[in-house]
């Protein structure tokens, strides 16, 4: 009878020590059948007050979530794959990660971080990949614009994307184009009313003002991230403070005298040196852009996620998680960066050294930091004008769509100094 009771309670305690007490979401290129959805549902967890991990380099950039019965059904609805994990197999994972031995970190993710898209309010000829992924993931975020920009209302963000915009004034130099196209005429003519009721006589002016809010945004803790021309007409904004650099189609009179050399870079984000282009009629902003510098085909078009060590550097490991270190390119207005452009103290995260650019870049401005993101749409190689938006539900594991998401996800994070 002692030795029944015995071996029951070995039983029971051999059963207890090996229940599932953590769910993890791989993040491999194998074992998870919808990448983008599973950020949805680690922001999901973290909205709700659940404890997360990342585990950086472990798997793909795998999520540790505790075991609960309405976070597998949660999984199962938004058909994301998971894996129950014992106590035992958990700690294996971490000692595994923790080995100095190994390029991994556990990465505790604390809140889920409240999230703004700067955007304007009415239906553009243009979809934005941020916008379209955040929906796809179902996590919530507010589209905000120029009044509450310039009404100080960022302070109740903790992260912010600039939506494919121009800080410049200059419309998004669209004029050779679509100059008596009827959806360009309208937008101007809202951008110069909505400058006016903001109380400024020019959009290049009111632009520049949003510009400077969101910069203070940054240097007082918050996250930016930025896509396409939002990258570099933000950081010419910023340079051409206090300087006319529009055309007279553009503002109604002409544009300072040698503006070119009135430039301030120490006011840029990202950027050095600078050549603005100075033609209406050229579909660019300046010679920051490689666009019309490319001479890549585009079945050989790709970028290499640069790799950093994870205990010493977690910042940029978080930004890099992938299934894969090889990224397929797309294009946009702004495609890429010139590298010899990029500031000294700017960390590149994605290159493609056949054509010395830089696709995806990070720094720290301030208390806060931000990303600069090339390229318009991660699955819609050369996306116009006018196309239909990416249908998501086709591209489920895009390591492209990944880049955005990791830093949707970087603010919730508990940041470590980074040490080199």
């Known amino acids: 009878m002692v030795f029944k009771n015995v071996v029951s309670l070995i039983v029971i305690l051999i059963s207890f020590s090996a229940k599932a007490s953590f769910i993890l979401l791989p993040m491999d290129d194998t074992s998870q059948q919808n990448h983008l959805k599973a950020y949805g549902i680690t922001y999901w967890c973290l909205d709700k007050k659940y404890k997360a991990s990342w585990l950086l380099n472990y798997r793909g950039g795998s999520f540790l979530l505790p075991d609960a019965t309405e976070i597998r059904k949660e999984c199962q609805i938004r058909g994301v794959s998971f894996e129950i994990l014992s106590d035992s197999e958990q700690q294996t994972i971490l000692n595994e990660i923790a080995s100095p031995s190994q390029n991994m970190e556990n990465v505790i993710l604390e809140k889920a971080p409240k999230i703004a898209v700067y955007t304007p309010k009415g239906k553009q000829p243009w979809d934005d990949a941020v916008t379209l992924v955040l929906t796809y993931a179902e996590i919530p975020f507010t589209a905000i614009y120029d009044e509450e920009v310039l009404s100080d209302q960022l ?10 915009e121009d800080f410049t004034g200059q419309y998004g130099k669209f004029y050779s184009s679509y100059r008596n196209v009827p959806w360009y005429i309208e937008q101007k003519k809202e951008a110069e009313n909505l400058a006016a009721q903001l109380g400024y006589a020019k959009v290049s002016q009111e ?5 400077g809010k969101i910069r203070d945004f940054v240097i007082g803790g918050g996250f930016m991230f930025a896509m396409c021309s939002a990258t570099d007409s933000f950081d010419i904004a910023l340079s051409a403070d206090g300087v006319d650099i ?18 301030n870079y120490s006011n840029s984000f990202a950027f050095k040196d600078f050549v603005l282009e100075r033609s209406p009629e050229k579909y660019e902003f300046s010679d920051l852009d490689m666009t019309e510098k490319r001479n890549v085909p585009m079945e050989k078009d790709y970028f290499t996620l640069m790799e950093f060590s994870a205990k010493w550097d977690p ?14 390119g797309f294009m946009g207005q702004t495609t890429a960066f010139d590298a010899k452009l990029v500031k000294s103290n700017i960390l590149v995260l994605g290159t493609c050294e056949l054509n010395g650019e830089a696709r995806y870049i990070h720094g720290q401005k301030g208390k806060g930091m931000f990303s600069f993101y090339g390229g318009h749409d991660p699955e819609d190689y050369q996306h116009k004008v006018g196309d239909a938006p990416t249908v998501l539900d086709l591209h489920p594991n895009s390591p492209g769509y990944r880049l955005i998401l990791n830093n949707v996800l970087f603010p919730a994070a508990r940041k470590k100094k980074q040490k080199t």
Not at 155 to 164: G, K, N
Not at 246 to 257: K, R
Request: with cysteine.
């Open 155 to 164: 302070v109740l963000y903790d992260w912010l994307h600039l939506h494919h």
């Open 315 to 328: 910042i940029p490991s978080m930004l890099c998680q992938n299934h894969t270190q090889l990224v397929k």
């Open 246 to 263: 529009c055309e007279p189609m553009f503002d109604g009179d002409a544009s300072d005298a040698n503006y070119q050399s009135r430039l």
């Open 207 to 211: 632009k520049g003002a949003v510009a």
